[in-house]
């Protein structure tokens, strides 16, 4: 008797350790993963996946993956992170939802790389990149752009929101006229000077200088 109790008792510790979506076959009106979670109550309730958030989130990725692609074919110096890269003058993030899935990227490109001072004329080298930018939107038709400027402080204010609306409007030509990009898909274009810093200064900062390309998924826009 006592090796009985002993086997039905090393059965059950088992069947704990594989954890309780051991048995996978239950209707869903029961609202739990499996019929063990069902029975000791410690499995979550079943979670449906959205389609839609499945879409915006793949078809963000694949943007991602192809710019990413580009840079290190070209050879290009880079620093990976999680979910996001740098590259020379560039970098793109993935913001992600509470789920874990993309809802944005967001690509941020340096001021002084792109532009010569107070000039909105991109740089052969700010071209290279909003080149892979949209290659990247061209492969994933499904998504839309805003384009953002921004400066630092120095200088008057006006003049600075104007230089930063030029800027932005260079990116949105460059991807219209040198990838095809369809204009209806870039859906903003905005000036902000330095309304949205990220080093709070009024001093000269390079950082608060740079236009912002922010992708996102057509059915969320």
């Not at 805003?146 to 932005?168: E, F």
Request: proline residues 4%.
């Amino acid at each position: 008797m006592q090796k009985t109790w002993k086997l039905i008792l090393i059965s059950a510790l088992a069947l704990v350790a594989t954890g309780c979506n051991t048995f996978q076959e239950i209707p869903s009106y029961f609202g739990y993963n499996s019929y063990w979670g069902l029975f000791c109550g410690c499995t979550t309730y079943r979670t449906e996946a959205d389609p839609a958030t499945d879409e915006a989130s793949d078809s963000l990725n694949k943007v991602y993956a192809r710019v990413r692609n580009d840079f290190a074919e070209n050879g290009e110096i880079m620093e990976e992170l999680e979910n996001s890269f740098r590259a020379q003058g560039f970098e793109l993030r993935k913001e992600l939802d509470a789920g874990g899935n993309t809802k944005n990227l967001i690509a941020i490109i340096d001021g002084d790389l792109s532009f010569p001072t107070g000039s909105s004329e991109l740089t052969p080298k700010a071209l290279e990149i909003v080149d892979k930018m949209g290659e990247g939107l061209a492969e994933i038709p499904n998504t839309v752009a805003r384009i953002h400027g921004h400066t630092d402080t120095p200088g008057s204010y006006q003049g600075n929101k104007i230089l930063s609306q030029k800027r932005a409007e260079s990116v949105r030509r460059a991807l219209i006229n040198r990838k095809g990009i369809a204009p209806e898909r870039i859906i903003e274009v905005r000036g902000f000077a330095d309304d949205r810093k990220l080093i709070d200064t009024n001093a000269s900062e390079p950082r608060n200088r740079r236009t912002e390309i922010l992708i996102s998924f057509k059915g969320d826009s």
